[in-house]
């Protein structure tokens, strides 16, 4: 079953085109990588699936339903409001700089959306929270504020964060980039987990290994569109796409 | 000498209560300026082009012209326009006239202050399905607000001391008050207690307002 799918997906800045006719699907419980080079628009088809950013034409499906259809710029087709907020709601997000709340401790980073969002009492959003924190190995950090924390546990309260909202895709903006390399394993550590459980996830990633290792399929974009896909092994030792070729040597 | 501070004490109760007016007017004027500003700022930065521009036309009048000419236009002038604008109350009129000013500094202090959050804390509440009301009432608002304390506790020190302007409608705040002293017993002695008495209350507030800044930073 198709998890988030689009269907020509454009969008320009100006007259900057970006993202140009990006067709795409998961299904539930793959795991897809995204890779490419800086300015491929990898974090701009991302920011188009959650809304981050209005896409300028195209069409988005979220659990094989209709969610958003735009032409030139103009909504054709919006799912009403609560449908909207509801599908919304499926994806979870991770930033490359975490953007926690600094102003919140950890446990109220994590039960923040559900309480104002969910409108999940207190108490059960804080049971909730102390569970997935566990689950980020976590737990002794939740009375903590963001600023007291490593980067690499903070893109883990991110992800904590993010996973309360029982979202059933999980998108990933190169979460380990802004990492000191030490730190780049425990984060990859907490996805790898999240990817055994089943958890359906899109991650934009320079990660190669962690691409090989997890990733069901790996997306190669460039200049706005995708160039190639395929499973990890074949497309990093036999690519098709002599830029993809030039990619994969260019970090390698 | 002697006779010099006998004098002076003995003008000490009515400086004292005219201070009180001085605190009344400042206190009130800060305050609703505060609510008045919330809106201007939210206003200065909607995506609505009419409310914004409003917003922005609002501060740009009110910081372009001096306060002393506002006052008058709210004592003097609205009366003469619009008779049922009559102010009897020489207080009320001033703290109309401050709470206007004032508002418009502090519209652009709570502008810069939310402007000043990075945009990841919208984008991350937006992801999270916070609506904009609640993104700026439990993320933007209490961030912008501990960056707003130290630049808003500034104006109000300062408008403590621009209060003394209302002398000139004969508001008995501290400034009137000395002045009735100095030209009824031919005294300038008067000044000197006067002003410290302003020196004592602003670093009253400042020593107030500093330990405030540090307790609101516990989180970075
Ligand atoms: N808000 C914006 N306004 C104008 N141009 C933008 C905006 N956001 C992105 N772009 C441009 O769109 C292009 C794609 O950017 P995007 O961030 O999606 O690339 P990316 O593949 O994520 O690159 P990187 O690996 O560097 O993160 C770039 O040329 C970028 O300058
Ligand atoms: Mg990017």
């Given amino acids: 079953m198709s998890v988030i799918r689009t269907e020509k997906?454009?969008?320009?800045?100006?007259?900057?085109?970006?993202?140009?006719?990006?067709?795409?699907?998961?299904?539930?419980?793959?795991?897809?990588?995204?890779?490419?080079?800086?300015?491929?628009?990898?974090?701009?088809?991302?920011?188009?699936?959650?809304?981050?950013?209005?896409?300028?034409?195209?069409?988005?499906?979220?659990d094989g339903e209709l969610f958003l259809h735009r032409e030139k710029n103009a909504t054709v087709h919006d799912s009403d409001p609560a449908k909207h907020k509801s599908l919304l709601l499926e994806m979870g997000m991770v930033f490359q700089s975490f953007n926690l709340f600094?102003?919140?401790?950890?446990?109220?980073?994590?039960?923040?959306?559900?309480?104002?969002?969910?409108?999940?009492?207190?108490?059960?959003?804080e049971e909730l929270g102390r569970g997935i924190l566990a689950k980020v190995g976590l737990s002794e950090k939740?009375?903590?504020?963001?600023?007291?924390?490593?980067?690499?546990?903070?893109?883990?309260?991110?992800i904590a964060r993010a996973l309360a909202m029982e979202p059933k895709i999980m998108l990933f903006d190169e979460p380990t980039?802004?990492?000191?390399?030490?730190?780049?394993?425990?984060?990859?550590?907490?996805?790898?987990?999240?990817?055994?459980?089943?958890?359906?996830?899109?991650?934009?990633?320079?990660?190669?290994?962690?691409?090989?290792?997890?990733?069901?399929?790996?997306?190669f974009m460039s200049d706005g569109y995708i160039a190639e896909e395929g499973l990890p092994e074949r497309l990093f030792t036999a690519p098709q796409n002599p830029r993809t070729q030039q990619f994969l040597n260019s970090i390698l | 000498m002697e006779d010099a501070l006998i004098k002076i004490v003995g003008w000490l109760p009515m400086l004292i209560k005219a201070t009180g007016v001085t605190l009344a007017l400042t206190a009130a004027s800060v305050s609703t300026a505060l609510v008045l500003a919330v809106f201007l700022a939210l206003g200065k930065i909607s995506k609505d082009k009419i409310i914004s521009a409003v917003c922005s036309g609002y501060v740009f009048f009110?910081?372009?012209?001096?306060?002393?000419?506002?006052?008058?236009?709210?004592?003097?002038?609205?009366?003469?326009?619009?008779p049922f604008m009559t102010i009897n109350s020489r207080f009320l009129a001033a703290?109309?006239?401050?709470?206007?000013?004032?508002?418009?500094?502090?519209?652009?202090i709570i502008r810069a202050a939310i402007q000043s959050i990075h945009k990841g804390q919208f984008e991350a509440a937006k992801a999270l399905g916070?609506?904009?009301?609640?993104?700026?009432?439990?993320?933007?608002?209490?961030?912008a607000y501990r960056r707003m304390i130290p630049p808003v506790c500034n104006e109000f020190v300062m408008v403590l001391k621009d209060t003394s302007l209302v002398s000139i409608i004969a508001l008995t705040d501290?400034?009137?008050?000395?002045?009735?002293?100095?030209?009824?017993?031919?005294?300038?002695?008067?000044?000197?207690?006067?002003?410290?008495?302003?020196?004592?209350?602003?670093?009253?507030?400042?020593?107030?307002?500093?330990r405030l800044e540090k307790r609101l930073s516990i989180y970075e």
């Fill in chain 2, 174 to 210: 501290l400034t009137f008050q000395t002045r009735m002293i100095a030209s009824n017993k031919a005294s300038s002695l008067v000044y000197i207690p006067a002003m410290l008495i302003y020196l004592i209350i602003t670093a009253f507030f400042t020593a107030i307002f500093n």
């Fill in chain 1, 177 to 219: 980039s802004a990492l000191d390399p030490e730190l780049v394993g425990e984060v990859l550590g907490v996805m790898k987990d999240l990817a055994k459980s089943g958890m359906t996830m899109l991650v934009v990633t320079h990660e190669m290994g962690f691409a090989r290792e997890a990733a069901n399929r790996v997306v």
């Fill in chain 1, 9 to 62: 997906l454009c969008k320009s800045f100006g007259t900057l085109e970006v993202l140009r006719d990006v067709d795409f699907n998961v299904e539930k419980g793959e795991v897809v990588c995204i890779i490419g080079p800086s300015g491929a628009g990898k974090s701009t088809f991302l920011r188009s699936l959650n809304q981050l950013e209005t896409i300028t034409s195209g069409k988005i499906f979220v």
């Fill in chain 2, 130 to 143: 916070l609506t904009y009301g609640q993104t700026m009432r439990l993320i933007i608002i209490p961030q």
């Fill in chain 1, 102 to 125: 600094p102003h919140k401790t950890v446990l109220e980073n994590v039960t923040l959306a559900p309480i104002a969002v969910k409108q999940m009492p207190k108490e059960k959003a």
């Fill in chain 2, 62 to 82: 009110f910081r372009g012209t001096p306060l002393l000419m506002q006052l008058f236009f709210v004592y003097y002038t609205l009366p003469n326009i619009f």
């Fill in chain 1, 142 to 158: 939740a009375d903590v504020y963001p600023s007291k924390l490593s980067g690499g546990q903070q893109q883990r309260v991110a």
């Fill in chain 2, 95 to 108: 703290w109309i006239a401050f709470s206007l000013n004032i508002a418009a500094y502090l519209a652009e």
